[in-house]
């Protein structure tokens, strides 16, 4: 008899290494379980399949839908109110297995409180503070909110705000930390670390493939980003870099394939390309068909997010042939293989390193290799296999 496999994932819409996760968990699963999916938001697997490469149908799956009364109250918070969706998603969980049987349950959205234990694909701690690993304090910090304080975020008001989250969920530190823990990259399990004190098995997120060959000589020596136009993927820093870089006498352009994420860094990135119209141009919302032809005529990609959880778009640009330029922090110094030539922590690094390597063909053939081999860790083939083998060794 097949596994009855839940899988809680709050909205399966919108771009993102969290939806590649759970989309492709879902067609990893379909054939050998009996599988059903606990969600807040009609799924379109028709738009799932378009971007993520998948194959699913509504028939592969059943649905519980959360009360739309749990997405209504968050919305009246003046704050995003992630972790109070979360203890909403954790009741109405615990509701649904008191209530039908399953053999597994899977959080591919963070650690999650069952009720019971299951398997929880972390990308980044709810309970982890910005900063180092070592800055962690247990269910003391206010949730992934911007770093620069509100008027609402004095200490009484954050620690009534998660003492009802928790009471809201139902939500045990004891429980999450019996959950097999999975982790999607050597950052966040060092996160996990010392958030929990337990450790985790990192499984890379399904970084989609389908890129043209096209050989190095016939790209075009220039730059491509991929992400949600949100302020922490520091859009303007990469344009200023690039900038730099034109500045030295390096004529490059820059393009940037976005999906729509924060009104106001939309209007800063139109504002930015029209300022530089001659080499920075922006796409929103790109089918996956045109954006795979597009990244692969380049030879660059550029990534400047501090503390990137993974970097699902610095793995696609080694999958496309690119050499990545991240930030120093996160996950995508990982992608990168550590490689400090790659690496940088302001601008004017980043500009340098940049100009150097396009000085150089033989670093520039060097890098490129580089990137190909690394590719190889980073698979859809090897992710639905890592979970198809958690799921069977569950006990």
């Avoid at 968990?25 to 378009?50: F, G, H, P, Y």
Wanted: aromatic content about 10%.
């Amino acid at each position: 008899m097949k596994q009855r496999v839940l899988i809680v994932h709050p909205v399966l819409e919108g771009h993102g290494g969290g939806q590649a996760v759970a989309a492709w968990t879902i067609q990893a699963l379909r054939d050998s379980t009996e599988l059903t999916l606990l969600t807040k938001r009609k799924v379109d697997c028709d738009e799932l399949n378009s971007y993520y490469g998948t194959a699913l149908k509504p028939s592969d799956f059943q649905i519980h839908y959360v009360p739309s009364i749990y997405d209504r109250i968050p919305a009246l918070m003046p704050f995003h109110g992630d972790f109070l969706k979360a203890a909403f998603l954790s009741r109405c969980c615990k509701w649904l297995i008191a209530r039908q049987p399953f053999d597994v349950i899977i959080s591919t959205n963070n650690e999650f409180d069952f009720g019971t234990k299951g398997i929880q694909y972390v990308h980044f701690p709810w309970n982890a503070t910005p900063g180092a690993a070592n800055e962690h304090k247990l269910w003391n910090s206010w949730p992934r909110e911007s770093d620069k304080k509100r008027w609402y975020q004095f200490a009484g008001s954050v620690a009534l705000y998660w003492g009802i989250c928790k009471w809201i969920g139902g939500i045990s530190p004891e429980r999450i930390r019996r959950n097999v823990t999975l982790a999607n990259s050597e950052y966040t399990r060092g996160l996990i670390r010392g958030a929990y004190e337990i450790d985790s098995v990192v499984v890379h997120p399904p970084v989609p493939g389908g890129f043209p060959g096209i050989p190095w000589e016939q790209r075009e020596s220039s730059f491509v980003a991929l992400g949600r136009q949100a302020p922490e993927k520091n859009w303007p820093q990469a344009v200023e870099i690039l900038r730099l870089v034109r500045a030295s006498g390096h004529p490059v352009r820059f393009t940037l394939i976005g999906s729509r994420d924060h009104p106001e860094t939309e209007r800063q990135l139109a504002q930015l390309a029209k300022q530089h119209s001659d080499w920075f141009t922006v796409h929103t919302n790109l089918l996956r068909e045109q954006t795979i032809q597009i990244v692969a005529r380049h030879r660059y990609g550029i990534h400047c997010m501090v503390r990137e959880h993974f970097g699902i778009a610095v793995a696609e640009f080694q999958r496309a042939g690119c050499i990545p330029f991240v930030h120093r922090s996160g996950g995508p110094m990982e992608i990168a293989g550590f490689d400090d030539r790659l690496m940088f922590e302001n601008s004017a690094e980043a500009a340098a390193k940049i100009s150097r390597v396009l000085e150089d063909e033989d670093l520039q053939r060097e890098l490129a290799a580089q990137a190909n081999a690394r590719a190889a860790r980073w698979t859809i083939e090897t992710f639905m296999q890592e979970i198809r083998r958690q799921v069977e060794e569950f006990s």
